[in-house]
């Protein structure tokens, strides 16, 4: 905020959720607004559900309580089932009845379950899996089906677009600030096929398949 209208130009990125947490819009500043693609993962896999449900399934921690609330104030999001979890323990128990109290299961994240272990959590979701999942991480793709992550290099790119328009002339002001769109698409086709699950060919197509 100290920098707003300040005889200064700038370019900002990775600003997270909503640019007014921060005071935006300046008129002496334009850039890209980082999100999660949780609405488009959620769409995507509601394609291959028996129904509209969708569980929500996350560490219990101070940022993954306040993604949720991003999820549904920014992106109008309602999960028909919440569970915030602590340990390994309890990520196995709710993975496992979600499959009958939903018809969609995003994943948050792990990191903050201490006794969090990667085999195990893999062999559970394996044997356990009935519903279409996804998520927006990399590192999740062993627990889930689908995944589709942010490019880092999008946001750069833009703001040296943006960067070079100022310096030609135009005011930041006439450069409408954007949201991340693009993605990296993950699938793990071994947890969907024991689920019945059989992603479209375009789909597959464009992804990074995991067997």
């Known amino acids: 905020k100290h920098y707003k209208n300040n005889g200064q130009k700038w370019v900002y990125c990775g600003v997270n959720w909503d640019p007014a947490n921060h005071g935006l819009p300046y008129d002496n500043a334009t850039g890209?607004?980082?999100?999660?693609?949780?609405d488009k993962v959620i769409e995507t896999l509601k394609g291959y559900a028996k129904?509209?449900?969708v569980g929500f399934l996350t560490v219990d921690s101070e940022t993954e309580h306040t993604e949720a609330r991003a999820y549904a104030k920014q992106l109008k999001l309602s999960f028909a089932k919440e569970k915030f979890v602590k340990t390994l323990a309890e990520w196995k128990d709710e993975f496992r009845k979600m499959q009958g109290e939903v018809d969609v299961l995003f994943f948050g994240n792990f990191a903050g379950i201490?006794?969090?272990n990667e085999a195990e959590a893999a062999a559970w979701a394996l044997e356990h899996s009935r519903i279409p999942s996804g998520s927006t991480y990399d590192f999740t793709m062993p627990y889930t089906m689908l995944g589709m992550t942010k490019i880092a290099e999008e946001q750069g790119i833009w703001a040296g677009k943006a960067a070079a328009e100022i310096v030609k002339g135009t005011p930041p002001s006439k450069i409408a600030p954007v949201q991340n769109k693009?993605?990296?698409l993950f699938l793990n086709v071994k947890l969907a096929s024991k689920a019945g699950?059989?992603?479209k060919p375009e789909?597959?197509?464009?992804a990074t398949v995991l067997k």
Not at 32 to 38: G, N, S
């Open 203 to 206: 789909l597959v197509k464009n």
């Open 32 to 38: 890209m607004t980082e999100v999660a693609l949780v």
């Open 114 to 116: 201490n006794d969090w």
């Open 182 to 184: 693009e993605y990296k």
């Open 197 to 199: 699950v059989v992603f």
């Open 51 to 53: 129904g509209k449900r």
